[in-house]
Nanobody, 123 residues
Framework: QVQLVQSGGGLVQPGGSLRLSCAAS????????IGWFRQAPGKERERVAC???????IYAGSVKGRFTISRDNAKSTMYLQMDSLIPEDTALYYC?????????????????WGQGTQVTVSA
């Protein structure tokens, strides 16, 4: 079965850190661009980070310098390290994989999605 399985997330205080993981099952990630998206209540899903096949990364301005996306092709796993978290980062986070080598900001261009994991930043 082809799927992305997420782990990590939870409740953290402002200024804290969390690491999200996303493992591919039934396929390998090495020829996909991969991204992390988030969706807060009442808001559209937005891309927070992406890493293309060549290893180049893109970050949303709101997370640049605080979040780090990475991939381990040998393990078919991607990660999102989130540091200096703020309440505005509270959302449901999704990993996604897109056929082809290049990142896209449009969720519609991604072929596979993780199940989503809640991140809540609160004192």
């Amino acid at each position: 079965q082809v799927q992305l399985v997420q782990s990590g997330g939870g409740l953290v205080q402002p200024g804290g850190s969390l690491r999200l993981s996303c493992a591919a099952s039934g396929f390998t990630l090495d020829r996909y661009a991969i991204g992390w998206f988030r969706q807060a209540p009442g808001k559209e899903r937005e891309r927070v980070a992406c890493i293309n096949w060549f290893g180049s990364t893109i970050y949303a301005g709101s997370v640049k310098g605080r979040f780090t996306i990475s991939r381990d092709n040998a393990k078919s796993t991607m990660y999102l390290q989130m540091d200096s978290l703020i309440p505005e980062d509270t959302a449901l986070y999704y990993c996604a994989a897109k056929n082809g080598y290049i990142c896209s900001a449009s969720p519609r261009e991604y072929n596979y999605w993780g199940q989503g994991t809640q991140v809540t930043v609160s004192a």
